[in-house]
């Protein structure tokens, strides 16, 4: 059972183009909520994907009405704001990691959802926030570890 990823409104074509490819090399499905900083025909995005597009299970969403009404059982929201640290989390299959836009995180609204399941990545006093595609590499390879690395090579 694969887990999900979930960039809400993601705005770098690279940061996104290798998170595909990670979720792609990890048979993780990638939930991609608009609007998107760049087009899906970004070069950009391409290239960082490399050729593992063919990989990829990705979904599309038009807005984050439309993806949670689609999919109602989100349980992780990654953000700077979390109580708990990322490691704390006990991750199922099918979980969905939900992470926001580079230059906001997620939207307070969403936030407000769940907010024992907003996990945060500890990073030293004075630093912003990690790069995306590192944040989710972090918090994702948790979660397959968790899971004894299902479907992967060991």
């Given at each position: 059972?694969?887990?999900h990823v979930?960039?809400v409104?993601?705005?770098?074509?690279?940061?996104?183009g290798?998170?595909?490819?990670?979720?792609a090399a990890?048979?993780?499905?990638?939930?991609?909520v608009?609007?998107?900083?760049?087009s899906?025909?970004?070069?950009?995005?391409?290239?960082?994907?490399?050729?593992?597009?063919?990989?990829?299970?990705?979904?599309?969403?038009?807005n984050?009405?439309?993806?949670a009404?689609?999919?109602?059982?989100?349980?992780?929201?990654?953000?700077?704001k979390?109580e708990r640290?990322?490691s704390?989390?006990?991750?199922?299959?099918?979980?969905?990691?939900v992470f926001?836009?580079?230059?906001?995180?997620?939207?307070?609204?969403?936030?407000?959802?769940?907010p024992?399941?907003?996990?945060?990545?500890?990073?030293i006093?004075?630093?912003?926030?990690?790069n995306?595609?590192?944040?989710?590499?972090?918090?994702?390879?948790?979660?397959?570890?968790?899971?004894?690395?299902?479907?992967?090579?060991k």
């Amino acid at each position: 059972m694969p887990l999900h990823v979930v960039l809400v409104e993601p705005e770098i074509p690279p940061n996104t183009g290798n998170i595909a490819r990670l979720c792609a090399a990890t048979h993780t499905v990638l939930h991609l909520v608009e609007p998107l900083g760049f087009s899906l025909d970004d070069r950009q995005l391409k290239r960082a994907g490399l050729d593992y597009w063919h990989l990829l299970d990705v979904r599309h969403y038009p807005n984050w009405e439309h993806f949670a009404a689609a999919n109602p059982n989100c349980r992780y929201y990654l953000t700077t704001k979390g109580e708990r640290c990322y490691s704390q989390a006990s991750f199922q299959p099918e979980d969905m990691l939900v992470f926001g836009a580079e230059t906001r995180g997620l939207a307070p609204d969403i936030l407000q959802i769940a907010p024992p399941n907003n996990l945060r990545i500890p990073i030293i006093s004075g630093a912003r926030s990690l790069n995306l595609s590192s944040a989710v590499a972090i918090v994702l390879y948790e979660a397959l570890r968790q899971l004894e690395f299902p479907m992967l090579r060991k």
